[in-house]
């Protein structure tokens, strides 16, 4: 392993490009890994479990029984979306001698839950653990476990919502997922399911942002991961920190605050003169998907036949507005170039919906990107808001 | 400059003014005229907008989500496109084409934000996040000659 190279945080300061500049590096500051401290939790890019991989962040996570608090598993390679709320672990990854208690509805009948992706679903029984993340505790919350011997076969509503159950490690592409984004609940489809009919239920609590219910530093997260080269990196080592300005190393410094829809978490971005006001940034995406026929496409990505310097402005709800350079290169030259790379920094992507652009983990390296819980209280303002 | 809004503004009133409520849905592929079914079983709002080369019918989720059906002057439904915080009910709503989707092949890179079918006579692509998605597929073949790909959203 990596030892994490102690950095004191590094102010973010946007660089804007003139336009006309012939900007549009990628140059836009200089993200920390964050120290130590009770509050920052290393997070690795690699290729991940099934070893496909690219622009994906890991961290581990260690659940343990409310009713029995030493009784405690870690897990790694879970996956930090910033786009998804909560925790969801592959089931086959815990011992089965490992049980957390059910979460049950007023009937004291499990719940079960239907966790939608843009690319599938995960269906699974909620149970209640504590969870500890670095030096960080969520008490009693609700947890989904995906793909466990009791949830048995998703109802029909539940599969008619996507592709496929994604629903083992390799199917799923990790051994979990911790939702950090900017809301606590996560929205998502429970069901409760007596004599083996499946019906769906309002829970008392939604499997939601464990942050939200840590002790302290829990009105957001910090996910920095510093510079990668040009080339690519085989693997990147960042810190994901607890907190916004309620320690000594996760002040807000001169992040510049963006605040997100109330509803939606989406701010705008404006590409190509065009606002595409459902935009966002999502650690859980792997490159800039864009809304770009003009650039060559190939195996899902870009392939453009030289790098492209572009531009983007994103525009917060609170009006700020800041326009950002990155770079957008030959996806299968990159892949080819260096195929044990996992952490590129120039990975784009077509967006093809065609309806919003998204700034996947390419955008995140070398920044600090804080994101703020929706109406949770910090030194810049009430979330959701996201800053860098 | 005004001129050009104006006239737009004006075309768009007049196509909310020819908007009349028509129980008939079908799924992706299917004739109009056969089923309500899809509203039925969303048990949406549906609200029609008929436009020169196709008309739209809306369905309004209880959800919020909005799913939209294209239809051909002749009543086949060439496209489908949804957005809001629930996905909608796929299988319902490509008909025939679900099964397609559900076997389509997985990315090699893969994330939990996108994915895509682009098959010769299918295309699907969905995206988003939790609270937010979107998505919508269409049969290439059946997409009217004058109807831009990127208007279906």
Redo the contacts between chains.
Sequence with gaps: MRRLIALAPISVLMMIAACGGGGGSSDLGGGGTGGSGSNVAPVTVDSGPNG?????PFVSVTVCSPSSPTTCETVDHI?V?T???GLRIIASVLPSTFVLPAETDTNNDAIYEC???????SWGSVHMANVQIAGETASNIPVQIIGDAASGTPP??C??????NENTVG?F?ANG?I?V?P?VG????YYSCPDGVCGEISPTAEVANPVASFAADNNGVILELPKVPTDGSATVAGSLVFGIGTESNNGLSTATIYTLDA????LTITYNSTAYD?S?L?S????F?LVDNSIPQC???YCPASTLALMATITGANGTSNTVGFNIANAEALFSADPSGTAFNNLG?P??????I?F?LPFFYGLNVYTAIDGATTPGGTGPYVAF | MKTIRSRRWAFGVSVLIQAVSLPALAALGSDLNSVQADQLHMKGMLHTTVASAYTVHEIQTPSGTVVREYATPAGKVFAVAWSGPRMPDLRQTLGAYFAEYTQAPRPLHPDHAHFEVADSGFVLQSAGHMRAYSGRAYIPQLVPQNVAVTDIK
């Design positions: 496909n991989s690219v622009n994906t996956e979306d786009g998804s709320f966790a939608v992706f843009g690319d599938g679903y029909s509503s599969s008619s919502m996507g592709s496929v199917t592409g997922i939702g984004g809301f996560d929205g998502q489809i509803n939606t978490g989406t459902m966002f999502d859980g995406s792997n490159a998907y195996s899902g990505f992507a967006n093809t919906f065609g309806t919003f998204d996947g």
